[in-house]
């Protein structure tokens, strides 16, 4: 993908987290491939829904920044999870109150209560908690490196997808289940063999 149209993109989807309460003030990061070597990636400690495209910062897969301005101090575990799959095009990391709701209390997503839990997230996985920016963070995320979606225990979330839009809606999608799981209370999932039928689709 073209440079410019990267940062034009990746500026529109912060607004768009931002403006949907996905994130607030700094929190988060969000990155964009362009091709096998390089990304472009949300700088450090900005808020989401005020950056301009020409604020992104490129860098390359062994972490070296190539533009102006100080990448997010998350870039590790981007980077781990663009190399763990070529066809990984995008990284989107917030803190979603719903998601963290349950991050905080230790309670795995539910992804089984909805069809589209199933079909747009399957298992979500929850990552203990390491000190942001952390070397043994990036190491837990690249372990699950092959889920759709997971949460960071007393943290966030993280989601990946094929394009920018893919990794944003899994993002809202995962939000949207997080939420639902605390108002629905105790309601039982879907049935085991439904989800078998649901994960063919
Ligand atoms: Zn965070």
């Given at each position: 993908m073209n440079e410019q149209t990267a940062r034009n993109k990746l500026t529109d989807i912060c607004k768009l987290i931002y403006d949907r309460n996905?994130?607030?003030?700094?929190?988060g990061n969000m990155s964009l491939r362009l091709n096998d070597k390089e990304f472009i990636i949300t700088p450090s400690g900005r808020n989401k829904g005020l950056?301009?495209?020409?604020?992104m910062v490129l860098m390359n897969m062994k972490g070296k920044?190539?533009?102006?301005g100080r990448p997010s101090i998350e870039k590790g575990f981007h980077i781990a999870l663009f190399k763990a799959d070529p066809e990984t095009a995008s990284v989107i990391h917030c803190h979603p109150l719903n998601c963290t709701i349950l991050a905080v209390r230790g309670e795995k997503i539910r992804?089984?209560?909805?069809p589209e839990g199933v079909i747009l997230l399957g298992d979500v996985p929850m990552i203990g908690y390491f000190t942001p920016g952390s070397k043994k963070l990036v190491e837990e995320v690249a372990k699950n490196s092959s889920s759709r979606a997971m949460l960071m225990e007393r943290h966030g979330a993280i989601t990946q997808g094929r394009t920018l839009e893919e990794a944003f809606n899994r993002m809202e999608e995962l939000e949207f289940q997080a939420k639902l799981q605390i108002l629905a209370g105790n309601a039982d999932e879907l049935p085991a063999s439904e989800v078998r039928k649901l994960l063919k689709m």
């Open positions: 996905l994130t607030v003030s700094a929190g950056l301009r495209p020409d604020e920044t190539l533009s102006d992804s089984s209560l909805t």
